[in-house]
């Protein structure tokens, strides 16, 4: 009984009591003493039937709408029939229904977590759209390759998602599997996109939007494709001038003492080029792969002045000035060979596209705890435009002078290869016309 309830059957109590006190007035007022005794038992016994009728009434309308209830909870609960329903104990009937619901709930609360944590913890980018193409949830991931701010990630309303996105939502809230790649032009990344229908019972109520991030595995298939492209054309080259000079001398040339010498000559000069090509295509491929590099505590000196000196007899060709500074005998953990790799091709370099009487400057300096090493020429130089490329595998500003000259492409890669395996960055400052400084910095 409610308090309305309540308050409604004592008023109508009241009321009864004082209609029995007046009548009793009455009687005893106007009647004999056993005529008035007789009339107050009379209205007493219709009082007492009132009343009881009253409560009869009462509970049989308390059991119904007990029994409605019941009733309704078990359709909610799916059963149809409400007479299995424990009538006699309403208590423990709504009991039982409480730790129903409770129990559901904490299975829809692990499954909301889990869900969650899915989502925090795995390596792609996850977006959830509802089936208005409205995005529902999204993980810290998928902010970090789209570049949503963490403020706009929580207001997934003002997200505003590439057409490619939505295009992968929308096929796949029609049920099907879709894979499509996509270029994000605005920070400049590839992206593999994969949507996936989100149904239940049947139907599809949402999709699920993966992304994952190839801009590194992009970058290094075209890598891949362009080193093999430059071998086979590199290779082809000199395999192709050593066959033609070979046929034009078994057909007749070589006994033109003349033409035989200059024949023998190029085929030397083309051999030597493929295993020159041979060599720094082993070299860079043991370079770039870190297990094989042997770190040693040594003086950085020496070894840079036996790469001085085995260059001498080519500088002197030319009748250039080399020559080698060093201001501190500092030690650094580096692997000699490798190190010494990188001296070679820059000084190769800087011998090859150095006039003649012209200079090459090698120092070695210290400078706030780091190691750096100037590679200095006053050769042809090289243009700002191409200055950002030079380090790519087989890029030559100018190829006819690049293969004139002997270079196969891959000397400077393999010298930003080693450097980077020790930490360290090199760097190139040059002017055309002006010479090249190269400098190789090295943690001490």
Known sequence: MNLKQKKTFSLHLIFLILTILSLNLFLFTYLSGQQAMIAFILVLGSFFFFAKTSQVLYER???????????SVAEINGKADASNTNHNNPVSFILDRFKDVNKNSRELSWQINFLQQAFRITKFGLILFD?????????????????????????????????????????????KKVKEKIELTYNMRSLEGRGLPVSINGKTIGSLISLQDTTKIDALADVKKDFIANVSHDLRTPIASIKSLTEALLAGAKDNQETLDSFLNELDKQSERLSNLARDILDLSKIENKGSLALKKLAIAPLLEQSVNSFEREAQKKHLKLT??????????????QLMKAFHNLLDNSIKYTPENGKISVSLTRNNGSINIS???????????????????????????????????????????????HSGKVGVKSHLNEGSEFTITLPA
């Open 375 to 421: 590679f200095k020429d006053t050769g042809i130089g090289i243009a700002q435009k191409e200055q950002m490329r030079i380090f790519e595998r087989f890029y030559r500003i100018s190829k006819s002078r690049s293969i004139k000259s002997g270079g196969t492409g891959l000397g400077l890669s393999i010298v930003k290869h080693v450097v980077e395996n």
């Open 324 to 337: 080698l500074s060093v201001k501190d005998n500092t030690q650094a953990k580096v692997d000699p060979e």
């Open 61 to 71: 309308n308390q059991n119904k709408l007990l029994k409605d209830v019941q009733k």
């Open 131 to 175: 089936e208005k193409l409205q995005i529902i949830m999204l993980n810290d991931l998928a902010a970090k390759i789209l570049d949503i701010k963490p403020g706009a990630k929580n207001n997934t309303s003002q997200i505003n998602l590439t057409p490619q996105i939505k295009e992968i939502a929308k096929v796949a809230l029609s049920g």
